[in-house]
């Protein structure tokens, strides 16, 4: 399995506050990324994005617009915040820095199963929510226990 933290010490080194560590990564997809992808090219073109589209509603608002929607990308966990980076057009390598979310603005976080991934929602401040599907061959246990560590009693279920 690979190691999330690992994958993002090199990326993360010029996004790090004085003081801040990384604690935890893991790779991730928008809800249902990978499915949608497979519909659309398998059904083609713009029938495919329509199937697709109509698959998940619209875009996030509030706080959990800051949360990449991507086929994959990486989020982190610091001491301070969820961090996300986008990957390379030619490996799923970190890269860029997308943005990220400070963990005081998390108010809750609900992990689940679903297939070859684990879902993740988290809820904001303001009432806004996210949700994610992290890779299982990303190490998505060393995310779920960072948040564990960063956010206690705020982190429900379980593999």
Same mark, same amino acid.
Request: with cysteine; glycine share 16%; aromatic share 6%.
């Given at each position: 399995?690979?190691?999330?933290?690992?994958?993002?010490?090199?990326?993360?080194?010029?996004?790090?506050?004085?003081?801040?560590?990384?604690?935890?990564?893991?790779?991730?997809?928008?809800?249902?990324?990978?499915?949608?992808?497979?519909?659309?090219?398998?059904?083609?073109?713009?029938?495919?994005?329509?199937?697709?589209?109509?698959?998940?509603?619209?875009?996030?608002?509030?706080?959990?617009?800051?949360?990449?929607?991507?086929? *994959?990308?990486?989020? +982190?966990?610091?001491? $301070?915040?969820? @961090?996300? !980076?986008?990957? =390379? &057009?030619? /490996?799923?390598?970190?890269?860029?820095?997308?943005?990220?979310?400070?963990?005081?603005?998390?108010?809750?976080?609900? *992990?689940?199963?679903? +297939?070859?991934?684990? $879902?993740?929602? @988290?809820? !904001?401040?303001? =009432? &806004?929510? /996210?949700?994610?599907?992290?890779?299982?061959?990303?190490?998505?246990?060393?995310?779920?226990?960072?948040?564990?560590?960063?956010?206690?009693?705020?982190?429900?279920?379980?593999?």
């Amino acid at each position: 399995m690979a190691d999330g933290k690992k994958s993002l010490t090199k990326p993360m080194e010029g996004q790090l506050h004085p003081g801040e560590q990384l604690i935890g990564g893991c790779k991730a997809a928008g809800k249902n990324a990978v499915l949608k992808g497979a519909v659309g090219g398998a059904v083609g073109g713009a029938v495919g994005a329509v199937v697709a589209s109509r698959m998940e509603g619209g875009a996030s608002a509030g706080i959990a617009a800051a949360v990449p929607q991507l086929q *994959v990308f990486w989020v +982190g966990a610091t001491d $301070r915040r969820l @961090v996300f !980076f986008d990957t =390379g &057009s030619f /490996s799923s390598k970190p890269r860029s820095f997308k943005g990220d979310v400070p963990l005081s603005s998390i108010t809750d976080v609900e *992990v689940g199963n679903r +297939g070859p991934f684990r $879902r993740l929602v @988290v809820t !904001f401040t303001d =009432g &806004s929510s /996210s949700t994610v599907d992290l890779y299982r061959a990303n190490s998505p246990g060393q995310l779920q226990d960072a948040l564990e560590q960063l956010l206690p009693g705020k982190v429900h279920g379980k593999e």
